[in-house]
């Protein structure tokens, strides 16, 4: 059903028995939601739940009454914090973020190259996706600094969370073979373990902890040699685009670093599924990667039916997300204080027949399924 036939002018019984009419979807201010179900971001649901929504803050969520006077959204189907992404290699311009001559980019800000305008970056929100970390190109070694950003209330310039947020290492054969050095493993192995050790700008920030590293690995090979490469050394982060890290989880576990699965469509390998279900049963905090976002649920729909963790699943699209970008305190939750970023389903976002009815960002209307629809 769509959103404007849920906010007909119905009248709402509100606390103290005071009466008045929903009125249209407000654009932004003071209003709540009243859901069939609400999802908190930490994989709890409240059922007829109420999210209250005040200065693009959420001021309360759960089972309450909505506060006098003020305007309700009836809302015939789940809500959720707005989804997290922490590996988004497509929203940035392929041209601004690729380096051919020089492998070792510590001081480039990937978020000078983003354009919140980008379709990608409309069809991102448009999905229920709120905030996506800004990625390198995997042909480099060191790709640059990430950034967290969100995909909608760009005004005059993006809307950024953290402009400098970790540092994007690569582990792959994408790196170590470009036509230039390093050319090998070892080659980028040793270049990274100077640079540690010397611990020159970027990296004494990495080796105090005090600055995550993305570490970008493709097979079970380049997962055991990112985790042995940083064992004991302080660092921090997760591992991105780890296909396989449920085979080797218990060398992921003792590394502390979490995991990001790559994207995954129609054609994901059963392998791959069981790797995703182990991440899921495991204590080890995991999100997933954006490629399409049509497709970004996927694979959870998919690793439910093999038995997958739900809680663990849902946490994966919000509070873990939003853990592995260090922003935890401030999106992925509907909690008093947090970015009252929401998305109104219409049905159980794990459900692949669900989708978005609206997407609010920092309590502001940015999408609507009956308006998109219409043009």
């Known amino acids: 059903m769509l959103l404007t036939q849920l906010c007909s002018a119905a009248l709402l019984g509100l606390a103290g028995g005071e009466l008045q009419p929903i009125a249209a979807t407000p654009l932004a201010g003071d209003f709540a939601v009243r859901a069939q179900v609400l999802h908190l971001g930490d994989g709890t649901a409240v059922e007829n739940g109420i999210v209250v929504v005040s200065d693009g803050k959420i001021r309360a969520a759960g089972s309450m009454d909505v506060p006098t006077g003020m305007t309700v959204i009836e809302h015939a189907g789940h809500v959720s914090p707005g989804m997290i992404s922490p590996w988004a290699p497509n929203l940035l311009p392929g041209t601004e973020r690729n380096e051919t001559t020089r492998p070792f980019l510590e001081d480039l800000h990937l978020v000078h190259a983003f354009d919140g305008s980008l379709e990608a970056v409309e069809d991102a929100l448009s999905a229920g996706i709120t905030t996506v970390q800004l990625l390198g190109s995997t042909r480099n070694v060191v790709a640059g600094r990430t950034a967290a950003v969100k995909t909608a209330g760009h005004g005059a ?24 050095y390093p050319t090998s493993y070892s080659g980028i192995s040793t270049e990274l373990t100077q640079r540690l050790a010397v611990g020159e700008g970027a990296w004494g920030e990495v080796k105090s902890g005090r600055r995550p ?163």
Not at 164 to 174: E, G, K, Q, T
Not at 217 to 238: C, E, K, N, Q, Y
Not at 294 to 299: G, I, L, P, Q, V
């Open 157 to 180: 310039g993006p809307n950024v969370l953290d402009r400098d947020l970790a540092l994007m290492v690569v582990i792959n054969s994408s790196s170590a073979n470009n036509g230039r």
């Open 213 to 375: 590293l993305l570490i970008a690995v493709t097979d079970r090979h380049d997962i055991l040699r990112a985790t042995s490469l940083f064992a004991g050394s302080g660092a921090t982060g997760a591992l991105a685009g780890a296909t396989l890290a449920g085979e080797v989880l218990d060398a992921v576990a003792a590394s502390g670093m979490q995991v990001v699965v790559p994207p995954y469509g129609p054609g994901v390998t059963s392998r791959a599924i069981e790797s995703l279900t182990a991440i899921a049963n495991s204590d080890v905090p995991f999100a997933f990667g954006l490629g399409f976002p049509s497709t970004f649920r996927y694979a959870a729909a998919v690793a439910l039916r093999d038995g997958a963790d739900e809680t663990s699943m849902r946490r994966a699209f919000h509070h873990d997300a939003a853990v592995i970008l260090g922003l935890e305190d401030r999106i992925g939750r509907l909690a008093p204080g947090f970015d009252a970023d929401l998305v109104l389903w219409s049905g159980d976002p794990l459900d692949l027949t669900s989708s978005p009815q609206a997407v609010y960002v920092d309590g502001v209307l940015e999408f609507e399924a009956s308006v998109a629809n219409a043009r």
